[in-house]
């Protein structure tokens, strides 16, 4: 791997820090005690760095997003990690009846909120429901959304690279959320299938996982999904035009899980 490609991360590295640092220290000098949150401050300091880098990471998966989403998209969609709710550009208010934004950090909801008002999806039309966990809240999700096997479509956006344990949760979200006959939608950044390439991942993720709320570059996600004995449909891709020796190596999927 060429040494320009290896280390090209450091340039976002330095610009998120320039970004959020100084921001998440005056909120530590004005509440002291988040020293003994740290992870509240990993959300504050992204807080910060996704109001950077969220359009243009939205941007820069965008045709993939116009292809894989507003075709499957449908019922009740539950979008993993949400963020600042950029998957709502994507979604045809004709077919989605709510959409259910999960997304732990409470500093991002009032941008989802916003974006989703201006796409027809409201808490008050009870069209849309933000909710403040992890993916790995399993019982906090279902109790919020009424029930076991309540969403049509689960989509993953560049999310499940930061979800503790992704492994068992992806399998808890999968079994004991999505519906049976329900959709899984993915775009991930995900571990190469080239050595070389996987070696830099892996040396890069610890500083990486620190700097942007535990997002790791070493997580083999598409075969996580496809090796699950629950699917009638299957398809992974890649995306187009994308180099591979490339840290960010992208993979998009499509499963339907099997109607019981």
Not at 75 to 92: E, I, K, P, S
Not at 94 to 123: C, W
Not at 224 to 231: G, L, T
Request: aromatic letters at 10%; charged letters at 20%; proline letters at 6%.
């Amino acid at each position: 791997m060429k040494l320009s490609a290896a280390f090209s991360l450091l340039t976002d590295l330095r610009l998120a820090i320039g970004t959020a640092f100084m921001p998440t220290l005056s909120a530590l000098w004005t509440s002291p005690s988040l020293l003994w949150h740290p992870r509240e401050i990993s959300r504050i300091f992204m807080a910060h760095v996704w109001k950077l880098f969220g359009n243009g990471v939205d941007e820069g998966g965008r045709p993939v997003k116009q292809t894989l989403i507003p075709a499957n998209a449908y019922g009740v969609v539950l979008d993993l990690g949400a963020g600042h709710g950029h998957t709502l550009y994507y979604l045809d208010p004709s077919k989605v009846t709510k959409y259910v934004a999960l997304e732990p950090n409470q500093l991002m909801h009032d941008e989802i909120r916003t974006l989703a008002a201006t796409k027809g999806f409201t808490e008050e039309a009870g069209t849309l429901l933000l909710l403040p966990y992890g993916a790995e809240d399993i019982a906090l999700i279902n109790s919020a959304l009424g029930g076991p096997h309540s969403v049509d479509t689960l989509i993953s956006i560049l999310t499940i690279c930061s979800i503790p344990e992704p492994e068992r949760t992806l399998s808890a979200l999968v079994h004991d959320v999505l519906k049976p006959g329900g959709t899984l939608l993915f775009y991930e950044h995900v571990l190469s299938h080239r050595p070389d390439v996987a070696w830099w991942q892996r040396f890069w993720t610890p500083l990486w996982a620190r700097a942007f709320d535990g997002c790791r570059l070493d997580r083999p996600t598409h075969i996580w999904v496809e090796k699950m004995d629950i699917w009638t449909e299957s398809k992974v891709w890649g995306k187009e035009g994308e180099e591979e020796e490339h840290l960010f190596w992208h993979r998009v999927g499509r499963f339907v899980k099997k109607a019981e």
